[in-house]
């Protein structure tokens, strides 16, 4: 089974409206940590957000917000007011294990491209 | 904050040859470094993870005989595509863990690898 689904190969906002990308995660630790990456057409991988999954609150990092569901396993990515820059290959990952332990080996989902429009 | 960076950014090799992909954490000391191998439009897969001064980890399916990691010290790890073939050809993607800070990962700006 998949530890990381996201079921969104492909998504499209207009510029300045709100878009939510979708991640559902399958593990039986009950400490993980979530995170999103973004990236870009040259590669490089940028962080955007993490919860962990003792975390009370929904995490949030200027536009990006993570709507965190534990009971349903999902951790989806809000991002408001989109801009172009935006555009990009988005990532979840997981990691599974304490932040304090000596795993920090991440599994990621197979992303969602989006594309914001003019 | 915590910067790591990437050598060579592209390489073309031809087949047979062999290639080194250097790691670096420019700004903290990572005692814990990944390789992540990622084809076009696909996700990111592990391939190892190399812990300062000792062997490196691979995950299944993983020649550890064809990628040489080796992590001499805590700034520096390196990927060594032995006998380079065309499927090799891939982005190869490091990351380091700061134990300091914040992200807990810090990935590089990867290495696009052609083997001709």
């Known amino acids: 089974a998949q530890k990381i689904t996201q079921t969104q190969p492909g998504m499209f906002v207009q510029e300045k409206e709100a878009v939510t990308l979708d991640c559902t995660y399958d593990t039986s630790d009950p400490s993980y940590g979530l995170f999103w990456y973004k990236q870009p057409s040259s590669g490089e991988m940028i962080f955007l957000i993490y919860q962990g999954s003792y975390d009370q609150q929904n995490a949030t990092e200027g536009r990006y917000s993570l709507n965190f569901q534990k009971a349903r396993k999902s951790a989806n990515l809000v991002i408001s007011a989109s801009q172009l820059g935006d555009s990009a290959m988005y990532f979840c990952?997981?990691?599974?294990?304490?932040?304090?332990?000596?795993?920090?080996?991440?599994?990621f989902g197979k992303g969602t491209l989006l594309t914001v429009n003019p | 904050g915590a910067v790591v960076s990437q050598h060579p950014s592209r390489v073309i090799c031809k087949s047979g040859t062999s290639v080194k992909i250097e790691c670096r954490s420019l700004?903290?000391?990572?005692?814990?470094m990944f390789w992540y191998r990622q084809f076009p439009k696909q996700s990111l897969m592990l391939m190892a993870t190399?812990?300062?001064?000792?062997?490196?980890?691979?995950e299944q399916g993983v020649e550890k005989d064809k990628f040489l990691i080796n992590h001499a010290s805590l700034t520096l790890s390196t990927l060594t595509v032995t006998s380079a073939h065309p499927e090799d050809s891939s982005f190869y993607i490091c990351s380091a863990r700061d134990p300091l800070g914040v992200y807990e990962q810090y990935f590089g700006p990867g290495t696009r690898l052609t083997v001709t």
């Open positions: 700004d903290f000391q990572a005692t814990t």
């Open positions: 990952a997981m990691r599974e294990g304490g932040s304090g332990g000596s795993n920090y080996k991440l599994t």
């Open positions: 190399s812990n300062e001064g000792s062997k490196a980890t691979y």
